[in-house]
């Protein structure tokens, strides 16, 4: 892969939240031949290499497992998995042997059911009995399996005590209690395999045998917050939600994340009108079944700064106004204007209904002064967006894995780590100098650095010039950011044209850009960016703010009436004239398209708070008091209109690849000039990218414990000088 890490979105070690493990066996199980395996008498066709407790799954048998994953290596320690073979001495553990023609494999014998009594005895002759007090009671495996194969009762009866392990601090997001630990080293082979956090393992041996860091540190990933998903019993639970719900209390909704533009799959789960807790949805063509610490824990900012009425600027005030009056003085106010002299600014968690009503609003007035939340983005951009192609991930998440060869952006991170381990995968940058978690060629740092490849003084050239599926991944902070953002388009043109012959061919377009923002590709999907040079440089005396919480002092115009629409009192409010209180993600059924170009929607959870709506609703009752009535009034409605747009807005989960990709791409050559920038992370602080994750206090936790983190390793590194 060659990746082009510039802007794009770098958090220390690449946030984001894409990823996958090692499968039981090899990876190229798939391209084996397949034998009949028999299970419990039925016939089986799978992969040869493949392991029994795989084959056992197709056959429709649910085999009992504490160690085994399907995404981690195979530990083969918690023999729960026991199954009889045929002419086997005795019980062998299905996650560890692999299937041979011909087998025939017992799973309900009476042998097979007293070997996992005596396991599940063994496991809980040292278990603290405390399930009332435990939060994984009611999704616990351990607490499943024993009613299965548990006993009324122990036969142990030893002097000393059941075993205690101290607890271990494990940072402000993993709550432990490690005696009630079954050492299935689910969560090392997570840290160590998937997340590429090495820190954490095992210490001791037999009944002295912990979990821990080898010396006292919390655990340094983005990713961490999974192994509470993986741990089969309580002993790492979530500390946010530690004694807030049962299970059976909530409601469950399937949604999608907006804090990046991967558009991860989640679950949102409910108690009334709160949020209590959010966990990762199984989708392997995106997130597969890990989530980012940001996506799991930033929900408690939905709580906190709301908006929950319209407020009009008093002097140096806000005061409470009606709907009716808020609105009333945003449409006198939008009647003073012509044309480009009213800008509408489009945020990172703005959704695609309220973008296309926003635009037809702007329109209907004859104004085209339409700009994106970045320091950029209120002019004409670098990204010709007449082709989709120019502006999405178009390797796609999944096929990340594919690419033998690529030029980096880091979001994808656990996905193109995924691809290091097993694929063995070249990586090449070109930004800012970062941990990864895998060894890469670091081109540079500046923007001229791309020349290097080009004409190949530097050696990852060769290496790109040889690869049969070259990925180059442009960031999106190279467009939105940084002043050599034509220049770096243009020069990644040249290089993609230079190896067309690998970049473009019938089933792969090597060409992708890496959106950080939820709302972005949908933005230009929809054409929310200036139409012109012209219409990019107006000086607006009217702003309309939607959900657009990057912006600064400099680009609002002293004189200009400002209008914000959003869920939280944070940036963007500060410079309001009117601020409408509008939905979160969770409180509204909303589009988001991510950055491959798969549209994807959201579900309400919960009800907006107080007098908040949703956003679409807010700028169709402005339309109609200003004299713009649009001509949508229902979800059906507006989703029509999305769909007259671009039939990809209503054609869900679906992505659909351009055909004209080499042509578009032509179309961002061009004769600009290096001028020799260092290209740097815009996400200085991983943990706080948003509006609801800069109010949430568990992000505000995990910052404070960030920064400590890297003053630690700072002092440490200038001892070792």
């Given at each position: 892969?060659?990746?082009?890490i510039?802007?794009a979105?770098?958090?220390?070690?690449a946030?984001?939240l894409?990823?996958?493990g090692a499968r039981?066996?090899?990876?190229s199980?798939?391209?084996k031949?397949?034998?009949?395996?028999?299970?419990d008498g039925?016939?089986v066709?799978i992969e040869?290499?493949?392991a029994?407790i795989?084959a056992c799954e197709?056959?429709?048998?649910?085999?009992?497992?504490?160690?085994?994953?399907?995404r981690l290596?195979?530990?083969?320690?918690?023999r729960?998995?026991?199954?009889?073979v045929?002419r086997?001495?005795k019980?062998v553990?299905?996650c560890?042997y692999p299937v041979?023609p011909?087998?025939?494999?017992m799973t309900?014998?009476?042998?097979?059911?007293?070997?996992r009594e005596?396991v599940m005895?063994?496991l809980?002759y040292n278990?603290?009995?405390?399930?009332?007090i435990c939060d994984?009671g009611g999704?616990?495996?351990?607490q499943?399996?024993?009613?299965?194969?548990?006993s009324?009762?122990g036969?142990f009866h030893e002097?000393?005590?059941?075993?205690?392990v101290e607890?271990k601090n494990?940072g402000p997001?993993?709550k432990?209690?490690m005696?009630?630990c079954i050492?299935?080293?689910?969560c090392?082979?997570?840290?160590n395999?998937?997340a590429g956090?090495p820190?954490?393992?095992?210490?001791?041996?037999g009944n002295?045998?912990?979990?821990?860091t080898?010396?006292e540190?919390?655990?340094?990933s983005?990713?961490?917050g999974n192994?509470?998903?993986?741990c089969p019993?309580g002993?790492?639970?979530s500390?946010?939600y530690q004694?807030?719900a049962?299970?059976?209390e909530l409601k469950?909704?399937e949604s999608?994340d907006v804090s990046?533009?991967?558009?991860?799959n989640?679950?949102?789960d409910t108690r009334?009108v709160?949020?209590m807790?959010?966990?990762p949805r199984m989708?392997?063509?995106?997130?597969?079944?890990w989530i980012s610490d940001k996506t799991?824990?930033?929900?408690?900012g939905?709580r906190?700064?709301r908006?929950?009425?319209p407020?009009?600027r008093d002097?140096?005030?806000f005061?409470v106004?009606?709907?009716?009056?808020?609105?009333?003085?945003?449409s006198?106010e939008l009647?003073k204007?012509?044309?480009n002299?009213?800008?509408?600014?489009a945020?990172?968690l703005a959704?695609?209904?309220?973008?296309?009503?926003l635009?037809?609003?702007?329109?209907?007035?004859g104004s085209?002064?339409?700009?994106l939340?970045a320091?950029?983005?209120s002019?004409?951009?670098?990204?010709?967006n007449?082709f989709r192609?120019n502006?999405?991930?178009?390797?796609?998440v999944?096929?990340a894995?594919?690419a033998?060869v690529?030029?980096l952006?880091?979001?994808?991170?656990?996905r193109?780590r995924?691809a290091?381990?097993?694929?063995?995968?070249d990586?090449?940058?070109i930004?800012?100098?970062?941990?990864?978690?895998y060894?890469?060629?670091?081109?540079?740092?500046d923007?001229?650095?791309?020349?290097?490849i080009l004409?190949?003084?530097?050696p990852?050239?060769?290496r790109l010039?040889?690869?049969?599926?070259?990925?180059?991944?442009?960031g999106?902070g190279?467009?939105?950011?940084?002043?050599d953002?034509k220049?770096?388009?243009?020069?990644?043109?040249?290089?993609?044209d230079k190896?067309k012959n690998?970049?473009?061919q019938e089933?792969?377009?090597g060409?992708n850009?890496?959106q950080?923002?939820?709302?972005?590709?949908a933005?230009?999907e929809?054409?929310?960016?200036?139409?012109?040079?012209?219409?990019a440089?107006?000086?607006?005396?009217?702003?309309y703010?939607l959900?657009?919480?990057e912006?600064q002092?400099?680009d609002i115009p002293k004189?200009a009436?400002?209008v914000?629409?959003g869920?939280?009192g944070?940036?963007?409010?500060q410079?309001?004239d009117v601020?409408?209180p509008?939905?979160?993600?969770?409180?509204?059924?909303?589009?988001y398209?991510?950055t491959e170009?798969?549209?994807?929607?959201t579900?309400?959870g919960?009800?907006p708070?107080?007098a908040a709506?949703e956003?679409?609703k807010i700028?169709?009752?402005l339309?109609?008091?200003?004299?713009h009535?649009?001509?949508?009034?229902?979800?059906?409605g507006i989703?029509a209109r999305?769909?007259e747009?671009s039939?990809?807005?209503?054609?869900y989960?679906?992505?659909?690849?351009p055909?004209?990709?080499?042509?578009?791409?032509?179309t961002?050559?061009?004769?600009a000039?290096s001028t020799?920038?260092r290209?740097?992370?815009?996400?200085?602080n991983?943990?706080?990218?948003d509006?609801i994750?800069?109010a949430?206090?568990t992000?505000a936790k995990?910052?404070?414990?960030?920064?400590e983190?890297?003053?630690?390793?700072?002092?440490?590194e200038?001892?070792?000088a």
């Amino acid at each position: 892969m060659l990746r082009v890490i510039n802007k794009a979105g770098v958090a220390r070690r690449a946030p984001a939240l894409l990823n996958g493990g090692a499968r039981a066996f090899s990876a190229s199980a798939s391209q084996k031949e397949e034998v009949e395996v028999f299970v419990d008498g039925k016939s089986v066709m799978i992969e040869q290499g493949s392991a029994l407790i795989q084959a056992c799954e197709k056959a429709g048998v649910d085999i009992p497992r504490f160690c085994y994953h399907d995404r981690l290596s195979v530990a083969g320690n918690c023999r729960m998995c026991l199954v009889q073979v045929e002419r086997a001495p005795k019980p062998v553990a299905s996650c560890a042997y692999p299937v041979m023609p011909g087998m025939k494999v017992m799973t309900n014998t009476p042998v097979v059911h007293k070997a996992r009594e005596g396991v599940m005895e063994f496991l809980l002759y040292n278990h603290p009995l405390d399930c009332p007090i435990c939060d994984q009671g009611g999704e616990c495996d351990l607490q499943d399996q024993s009613m299965r194969y548990g006993s009324d009762r122990g036969r142990f009866h030893e002097p000393r005590g059941k075993r205690a392990v101290e607890d271990k601090n494990f940072g402000p997001l993993i709550k432990t209690e490690m005696t009630r630990c079954i050492q299935c080293t689910r969560c090392v082979r997570f840290a160590n395999e998937v997340a590429g956090a090495p820190e954490l393992g095992t210490s001791g041996r037999g009944n002295d045998m912990q979990i821990s860091t080898y010396i006292e540190k919390t655990i340094d990933s983005e990713m961490s917050g999974n192994v509470i998903d993986l741990c089969p019993v309580g002993a790492l639970t979530s500390k946010p939600y530690q004694m807030k719900a049962r299970p059976w209390e909530l409601k469950k909704y399937e949604s999608i994340d907006v804090s990046d533009a991967i558009g991860s799959n989640i679950r949102l789960d409910t108690r009334g009108v709160e949020v209590m807790r959010i966990l990762p949805r199984m989708n392997d063509e995106l997130n597969e079944e890990w989530i980012s610490d940001k996506t799991r824990f930033f929900y408690d900012g939905l709580r906190v700064q709301r908006l929950t009425t319209p407020l009009v600027r008093d002097g140096d005030r806000f005061v409470v106004a009606s709907w009716e009056k808020a609105l009333e003085k945003v449409s006198s106010e939008l009647a003073k204007v012509q044309g480009n002299d009213a800008k509408a600014v489009a945020g990172h968690l703005a959704d695609t209904e309220s973008m296309v009503a926003l635009k037809d609003l702007f329109n209907r007035i004859g104004s085209e002064n339409l700009a994106l939340d970045a320091p950029n983005g209120s002019k004409k951009s670098a990204i010709n967006n007449d082709f989709r192609s120019n502006y999405v991930l178009n390797s796609t998440v999944a096929g990340a894995e594919d690419a033998d060869v690529v030029l980096l952006a880091p979001i994808l991170n656990t996905r193109l780590r995924k691809a290091y381990l097993h694929n063995g995968q070249d990586l090449g940058l070109i930004g800012e100098q970062v941990d990864l978690t895998y060894d890469y060629a670091h081109v540079g740092q500046d923007s001229s650095a791309i020349e290097k490849i080009l004409d190949g003084s530097h050696p990852f050239s060769k290496r790109l010039a040889e690869a049969k599926r070259p990925m180059i991944i442009v960031g999106s902070g190279v467009v939105e950011n940084s002043k050599d953002g034509k220049y770096l388009l243009s020069k990644v043109a040249e290089l993609a044209d230079k190896h067309k012959n690998t970049v473009f061919q019938e089933d792969w377009n090597g060409f992708n850009v890496l959106q950080r923002a939820a709302s972005r590709t949908a933005a230009y999907e929809v054409g929310f960016v200036p139409s012109s040079d012209e219409a990019a440089s107006s000086s607006p005396k009217f702003m309309y703010l939607l959900n657009a919480d990057e912006i600064q002092a400099t680009d609002i115009p002293k004189d200009a009436f400002v209008v914000y629409q959003g869920h939280h009192g944070d940036v963007g409010a500060q410079y309001a004239d009117v601020i409408l209180p509008g939905s979160a993600f969770t409180e509204k059924n909303a589009t988001y398209m991510n950055t491959e170009g798969r549209t994807q929607i959201t579900r309400a959870g919960v009800n907006p708070p107080a007098a908040a709506r949703e956003d679409w609703k807010i700028i169709r009752a402005l339309s109609e008091l200003s004299g713009h009535t649009l001509p949508y009034d229902d979800l059906p409605g507006i989703r029509a209109r999305l769909s007259e747009i671009s039939p990809a807005l209503t054609r869900y989960d679906v992505i659909e690849r351009p055909s004209v990709a080499q042509l578009g791409l032509s179309t961002l050559r061009s004769d600009a000039k290096s001028t020799g920038e260092r290209l740097t992370s815009v996400i200085k602080n991983f943990y706080q990218t948003d509006s609801i994750s800069r109010a949430s206090s568990t992000m505000a936790k995990c910052t404070k414990t960030w920064i400590e983190r890297k003053e630690v390793d700072d002092e440490l590194e200038r001892a070792a000088a």
